[in-house]
């Protein structure tokens, strides 16, 4: 492990339940690997602007032909690309908002999802481009979602993260935690044993 990069997209910033479970597996990850290079990206202190046309347009047009705002439009995901590709590792503080991911982490996506860059259209489908990684996403809900109808972002984030060539993907989940704080204590040390026992 090298080069991990660590995505928090969660509205209560550094009293987030996600992100103090990322900290706690940036610790043990420093710990074990005393010259990994940490990049963090705080999705929600830096927002991404939603996709719209003209970024879409100037994803999709050679960057030869690109006008000099097209360029600017472009330039952003090039530089978020990079970063994921530079990694070997991606950590993502992931809490649940309505049944969701946030948002923000959306436009994230929506940056990523470039084809020739992160993934490729083939005769039998889509291929992912960033192969070779490793993935571990810290999921927090209030609720009881997992392994329910209701637990859509497991599903979606591991089909996102697949379709873009990450295809080892761990989850941790801490839920149930507004439900008590008896339940909160439970989850979240349950959560943290397991980012001690896992392997790295």
């Given at each position: ?34 010259s990994v ?108 979602y997992f ?40 989850s979240l ?12």
């Amino acid at each position: 492990m090298n080069n991990v990069l660590c995505l928090n997209c969660s509205i209560q910033g550094d009293s987030s339940q996600s992100r103090q479970l990322s900290n706690k597996l940036l610790e043990r990850i420093k710990k074990t690997y005393s010259s990994v290079k940490i990049v963090s990206r705080d999705l929600v202190r830096d927002p991404l602007p939603h996709l719209n046309g003209a970024q879409f347009n100037a994803f999709i047009t050679p960057p030869e032909q690109r006008t000099s705002e097209q360029k600017v439009l472009a330039s952003q995901s090039d530089d978020l690309i990079k970063e994921i590709s530079d990694a070997d590792t991606v950590v993502l503080a992931l809490p649940m908002y309505n049944f969701g991911i946030p948002s923000q982490l959306k436009s994230y996506f929506d940056n990523l999802a470039r084809a020739g860059m992160t993934f490729k259209y083939t005769a039998t489908g889509p291929v992912g481009l960033l192969t070779g990684k490793k993935a571990v996403v810290l999921a927090t809900r209030g609720g009881l979602y997992f392994g329910t109808d209701k637990d859509t972002q497991t599903k979606y984030v591991r089909d996102f993260l697949s379709f873009i060539g990450i295809t080892d993907v761990e989850f941790i989940y801490a839920e149930g935690l507004a439900i008590s704080s008896e339940q909160k204590a439970m989850s979240l040390e349950l959560a943290n044993d397991i980012i001690e026992a896992m392997s790295l």
